[in-house]
């Protein structure tokens, strides 16, 4: 039921990384006194070697990536990132030098962000490493933002740029240059944009993970309304540029941004800069809600719409 | 990075587990405020099909055991359970029996423990299906039983009977006859002895997951203690009495029972006693901490140290 040296396999790797509340890893069930008077917010994600990352990726990379998109669903709230549980599935084969690399990748980033280890479980697999990280942040009650609550007229508002992740997985499949490796970096190193304080001034929003186009149908959605955005609007990296226009729909349409997709009413667009100003965070308009059944219109410059062939995004 | 119908298998299977803070499974994150004054006990756990459960095993079976060995920490804790997160890798072409079956014995335990779905995360896998469970509740603050705190002197007591889920194993496997079902049954469905009022009675505890011996040792090692138990107090069920003494050892010594082990002072069992009959629980006493370096004897009716061959469990 359990790796054959799974527990000198926590002591040596997992246990540097527990924090407060752990008991040193060493006890069935962590404690956490939570901040008095805040709301917790909790989310989860499941990665697996093959499916979510690439099974020769450096095992750090694959350790802060687990923790970042996860730390990126907490931005999306506005919340505080605490602490977090997690489970490490792998082979019984796993070389040790794997488990090393991978804590060290989590320590670097607990440093980064200010969350330590509060549980986990370690078991082997017959299959594919598989990973699993559930986050616990906070905000004040009633402040976390949601997918639904956009209004008509609000602004729609994206962080830092668009389409580098889905271009970083192009590039390691061979199937684009990418000479100063800033594409393959941001698609195993996401940047989530926590921090940036959005309570009180983004009426819904959603950090990008399955598109920008599908997620931003995905607050359309929760919302009921539409949204249009500009296609030339939209933030694009050097190196997104450098790939080229045809390259702009997958910018649109493919994952792994972890950029935060936010409704704005338009008198609170100067406090988001601000906002963003003090967390060092880049933020670009690229359009607009309206009334109207839940679908995302891109429009280019000449006034016509884009025509994505990717299908199934654009209507509900 | 999806399942093909993910959204829509969400919706049917999972939504209708979804309780207060859960959004729906809707958003990126769950809402949780905690309950006033109260500390939260945190843990999780991994299953993988081929390593912790049959691939063959009835779904139900397998969503019920995923709760259930995680509402055994809690229980151990003296902690009540509150919600849950959860993350399913399955493979493509997981009929959606499946998950259907899955979702309906977690709902049915939903029920039977008061809990709810908080939030989750589900994917496809290349490998066999992969489970992990993040599960939340709450003791008064400084009221959660660990695994250091026994005192020499304190007696050793256990919950409901010990072996049963092993004997179960190796009736899978068809190395044992069980005509009435009863030991498969408790390899399958462990009974957390979730409302077990502990705080203020045991002074060390856990939940035997490992098998008898090797679980005492953790609190032996973590008490800085040594333990003696007698063969003939272990309490077995008619069903592994039936199996013949040539299974106690497996008994002893085999994991998955998911009961209680608790340390308690000469001075409580009387209040232990009382609260298990209050919580219908059936508790037995089989041994004693005494000081001396961390060590587990188990001791024959004769006197003689019962001779345990599988190797590793009671020396540290």
Same mark, same amino acid.
């Given at each position: 039921?359990?790796?054959?040296?799974?527990?000198?396999?926590?002591?040596?790797?997992?246990?540097?990384?527990?924090?407060?509340?752990?008991?040193?890893?060493?006890?069935?069930?962590? #404690?956490?006194?939570?901040? $008095?008077?805040?709301?917790?917010?909790? %989310?989860?994600?499941?990665?697996?070697?093959?499916?979510?990352?690439?099974?020769?990726?450096?095992?750090?990379?694959?350790?802060?990536?687990?923790?970042?998109?996860?730390?990126? !669903?907490?931005?999306?709230?506005?919340?505080?990132?605490?602490?977090?549980?997690?489970?490490? =599935?792998? $082979?019984?084969?796993?070389?040790?030098?794997?488990?090393?690399?991978?804590?060290?990748?989590?320590?670097?980033?607990?440093?980064?962000?200010?969350?330590?280890?509060?549980?986990?479980? %370690?078991?082997? %697999?017959?299959?594919?490493? =598989?990973? *699993?990280?559930?986050?616990?942040?906070?905000?004040?009650?009633?402040?976390?933002?949601?997918?639904?609550?956009?209004?008509?007229?609000?602004?729609?508002?994206?962080?830092?740029?668009?389409?580098?992740?889905?271009? +970083?997985?192009?590039?390691?499949?061979?199937?684009?240059?990418?000479?100063?490796?800033?594409? #393959?970096?941001?698609?195993?190193? $996401?940047?989530?944009?926590?921090?940036?304080?959005?309570?009180?001034?983004?009426?819904?929003?959603? !950090?990008?993970?399955?598109?920008?186009?599908?997620?931003?149908?995905?607050? /359309?959605?929760?919302?009921?309304?539409?949204?249009?955005?500009?296609?030339?609007?939209?933030?694009?990296?050097?190196?997104?540029?450098?790939?080229?226009?045809?390259?702009?729909? %997958? /910018?649109?349409? +493919?994952?792994?941004?972890?950029?935060?997709?936010?409704?704005?009413?338009?008198?609170? *667009?100067?406090?988001?800069?601000?906002?963003?100003?003090?967390?060092?965070?880049?933020?670009?308009?690229?359009?607009?809600?309206?009334?109207?059944?839940?679908?995302?219109?891109?429009?280019?410059?000449?006034?016509?719409?884009?025509?994505?062939?990717?299908?199934?995004?654009?209507?509900?």
């Amino acid at each position: 039921m359990i790796l054959p040296a799974e527990f000198s396999l926590i002591a040596r790797h997992f246990r540097p990384l527990a924090g407060p509340g752990a008991l040193d890893l060493r006890d069935d069930a962590a #404690l956490l006194m939570p901040p $008095p008077g805040r709301e917790l917010v909790l %989310t989860v994600d499941a990665m697996v070697a093959g499916v979510h990352f690439l099974p020769d990726d450096p095992p750090d990379l694959i350790g802060r990536k687990l923790l970042r998109v996860n730390l990126s !669903d907490l931005a999306a709230k506005g919340a505080v990132p605490l602490s977090y549980l997690m489970t490490v =599935s792998a $082979p019984k084969d796993t070389p040790d030098s794997w488990f090393a690399g991978f804590a060290a990748g989590l320590a670097q980033d607990q440093a980064t962000y200010g969350v330590t280890l509060l549980g986990g479980d %370690t078991t082997s %697999t017959p299959g594919p490493i =598989s990973l *699993s990280l559930t986050i616990i942040g906070h905000v004040a009650p009633g402040t976390a933002i949601h997918r639904f609550g956009a209004q008509a007229g609000d602004e729609i508002w994206v962080t830092g740029t668009i389409g580098d992740g889905a271009l +970083g997985l192009a590039v390691a499949r061979g199937e684009i240059m990418d000479p100063t490796g800033f594409l #393959l970096d941001r698609y195993r190193l $996401p940047r989530p944009r926590v921090g940036l304080a959005l309570a009180g001034i983004a009426s819904a929003g959603m !950090d990008v993970s399955d598109g920008l186009v599908q997620d931003l149908g995905h607050i /359309c959605r929760a919302s009921g309304l539409a949204a249009e955005i500009a296609a030339e609007s939209v933030p694009l990296s050097g190196a997104a540029r450098e790939a080229g226009p045809k390259w702009l729909a %997958t /910018c649109l349409t +493919g994952g792994d941004d972890y950029e935060l997709l936010l409704a704005v009413p338009p008198g609170q *667009s100067g406090a988001l800069l601000a906002a963003a100003a003090a967390a060092g965070i880049q933020v670009t308009r690229i359009g607009h809600f309206h009334s109207g059944a839940p679908e995302v219109m891109v429009r280019q410059a000449s006034g016509e719409p884009f025509a994505l062939t990717r299908g199934g995004w654009s209507h509900f």
